[in-house]
Antibody
Framework: QVQLQESGPGLVKPSETLSLTCIVS????????WSWIRQPLGKGLEWIGY???????KYNPSLKSRVTISVDTSKNQFSLKLRSVTAADTAVYYC????????????WGQGTLVTVSS | QSALTQPASVSGSPGQSVTITCTGT?????????VSWYGQYPGKAPKLLIY???HRPSGVSSRVSGSKSGNTASLTISGLQAEDEADYFC??????????FGGGTKLTVL
């Protein structure tokens, strides 16, 4: 069965770029959409965006100017870059497979906490 | 895009049924049958419970069901058990070809 694992720095300085990678195991990254979702501690979920295995991506309009999601099919992984971060970007970041572009996030990675602080 | 509206909390006693609502607009929940529900159990990542409004993935309890009327989708858990205590989130496709989540509902089993 497919498993996802997020990796990346747990601490990022304000104004810098947050970079995370999601390694996919147990299935090919081909033929699916792959998404990033975040959750500030104690709060709700926020969809960041998704990328298709072909490389085409769609983003949350509120984050679109700062976000890039890319895919590396040779490594069976996909990545998130969020630029010009502030304390408001502190959250648990989850990666997930999206069965199709209209939703259905399954499964999810375990999540990784990223704190924005100097 | 605005988050879908869910009640902050609901509660029920063991054996009872509870329903969690998810209200959007005709541009998301009301316009498409692409609503999904997720349960987030303490300290865990969210887990898919319902997709496409009514469909239950294999392995999810038959006590869980979904429905939709107009701009409001609902998740019902029957025969409430202590293990059902969790946070629940809805999600919907939108007419901007994006995805949006609800604010989440905390279910307490009394």
């Amino acid at each position: 069965q497919v498993q996802l694992q997020e990796s990346g720095p747990g601490l990022v300085k304000p104004s810098e770029t947050l970079s995370l990678t999601c390694i996919v195991s147990g299935d090919s990254i081909n033929n699916y959409y792959w998404s990033w979702i975040r959750q500030p501690l104690g709060k709700g979920l926020e969809w960041i965006g998704y990328v298709y295995y072909s490389g085409s991506a769609k983003y949350n309009p509120s984050l679109k100017s700062r976000v890039t999601i890319s895919v590396d099919t040779s490594k069976n992984q996909f990545s998130l870059k969020l630029r010009s971060v502030t304390a408001a970007d502190t959250a648990v970041y989850y990666c997930s497979r999206v069965m199709y572009s209209r939703g259905r996030f399954d499964p999810w990675g375990q999540g990784t906490l990223v704190t924005v602080s100097s | 895009q605005s988050a879908l509206t869910q009640p902050a909390s609901v509660s029920g006693s063991p054996g009872q049924s509870v329903t969690i609502t998810c209200t959007g607009t005709s541009s998301d929940v009301g316009g498409y049958n692409y609503v999904s529900w997720y349960g987030q159990y303490p300290g865990k990542a969210p887990k898919l419970l319902i997709y496409d409004v009514i469909h239950r993935p294999s392995g999810v309890s038959s006590r869980v069901s979904g429905s939709k009327s107009g701009n409001t989708a609902s998740l019902t858990i029957s025969g409430l058990q202590a293990e059902d205590e969790a946070d629940y989130f809805c999600s919907s496709y939108t007419d901007s070809s994006t995805l949006v989540f609800g604010g989440g509902t905390k279910l307490t089993v009394l």
